[in-house]
């Protein structure tokens, strides 16, 4: 069975950091894009990140750019969100997700973990 794992959420203030991992088995996720997506109550999921297989490439959704690191260690099969200067508005379940084809279209992934909770409070 192909997962992915997410893992490192929680409730923590605001400006506060916080680190995700998402460990995937069952296979190795070469030349797979690896996504953040997050989704709040009552709203559309939406991205968040993505990086390139070699790493090489990675993309932000504007609310967070600046704030959030995404990164992976293909030795690990594991890609991590470094989160920097969280915002309630980032409270959300946060889902990894890897495609083989374009980053920002979720209908394009082919495997979902079951997401981690991220609490920030005000």
């Known amino acids: 069975q192909v997962q992915l794992v997410e893992s490192g959420g929680g409730l923590v203030q605001a400006g506060d950091s916080l680190r995700l991992s998402c460990a995937g088995s069952?296979?190795?996720?070469?030349?797979?894009?690896m996504g953040w997506f997050r989704q709040a109550p009552g709203k559309e999921r939406e991205f968040v990140a993505a990086?390139?297989?070699?790493?090489?490439?990675?993309y932000y959704a504007d609310s967070v750019k600046g704030r959030f690191t995404i990164s992976r260690d293909n030795a690990k099969n594991t890609v991590y969100l470094q989160m920097n200067r969280v915002k309630p508005e980032d409270t959300a379940v946060y889902y990894c997700?890897?495609?083989?084809?374009?980053?920002?279209?979720?209908?394009?992934?082919?495997?979902w973990g079951q997401g981690t909770q991220v609490t920030v409070s005000s």
């Open positions: 997700a890897a495609t083989p084809g374009d980053y920002d279209d979720p209908l394009q992934y082919d495997y």
């Open positions: 069952g296979r190795t996720f070469s030349s797979y894009y």
């Open positions: 990086i390139s297989w070699s790493g090489g490439s990675t």
